[in-house]
């Protein structure tokens, strides 16, 4: 089955500057790399996604790149604001549509 | 994206026990998954529930522990059976929608078993 790893575990940046998470993936049938932002006690937002036809997207200051040959793919965030404080996951699902595997997140601290 | 409801949002249940989470989607999808986000951790598929047949479970995860219901396109359940400690965690359904098959997840139930 697929494989995702998510690196780094916990991210500590100063307000202003930039973030960037990033994930590995094993299968190579995964097409489409959603990422979602959580808020303590809250659920999972889909914030930016990218399926694997397209190199990088961007949404405002997030951005998602794709790497397919090497299976990696990254959430960028720039000039971080402290209501970016979360927890990030990545995920990866192919063939079964909607069915996603996640990262083990990565916990994002904006200091002002 | 589809509103997605569940029930109840929370509950505090005794080992041994069986609780039984609601899953309503405000419009008709094809599919619907159950999840498990245990304190601190990431979100684990535990199965897709598939209307009109069996669900299907994720290794590590077995009918007679939580069996799942789906008895049309708006809504699931999913049932924790004979409750553990362990079994306390946050438990989410979500819902492929659109084009890309966006995921998008439920309030969750967060259960602790005492």
């Known amino acids: 089955g697929e494989n995702v790893e998510q690196h780094p575990s916990t991210l500590s940046v100063q307000e202003g500057d930039s973030a960037v998470i990033k994930c590995t993936y094993s299968?190579?049938?995964?097409?489409?790399f959603p990422w979602y932002k959580q808020e303590l006690g809250k659920r999972p937002q889909l914030i930016i996604d990218?399926?694997?036809?397209?190199g990088e997207k961007k949404d405002q200051r997030i951005a998602v790149t794709l790497n397919k040959t090497a299976k990696h793919f990254s959430l960028h965030i720039t000039e971080t604001q402290p209501e970016d404080s979360a927890v990030y996951f990545c995920?990866?699902?192919?063939?079964?549509?909607?069915?996603?595997?996640f990262g083990d997140g990565t916990t994002l601290t904006v200091k002002p | 994206s589809a509103v997605i409801s569940q029930k109840p949002s929370r509950d505090i249940c005794q080992r041994g026990t069986s609780l039984t989470i609601q899953c309503q989607v405000d419009?008709?999808?094809?599919?619907m998954f159950w999840y498990r986000q245990q304190p601190g951790q990431s979100l684990t598929l535990i199965a897709t529930a598939n209307q009109g047949s069996e669900a299907t479970y994720e290794s590590g995860f077995v009918i007679d522990k939580f069996p799942i219901s789906r008895p049309n396109l708006t809504f699931s359940t999913l049932t924790v059976s004979n409750m553990s400690p362990e079994d306390s965690s946050i438990y989410l359904c979500?819902?492929?929608?659109?084009?890309?098959?966006?995921?998008?997840f439920g309030p969750g139930t967060r259960l602790t078993v005492l």
């Open positions: 995920a990866a699902s192919g063939a079964d549509a909607g069915k996603s595997t």
């Open positions: 979500s819902v492929g929608q659109g084009f890309l098959n966006e995921q998008f």
């Open positions: 419009s008709q999808v094809t599919m």
């Open positions: 990218i399926r694997s036809n397209v």
């Open positions: 299968d190579s049938a995964s097409n489409y």
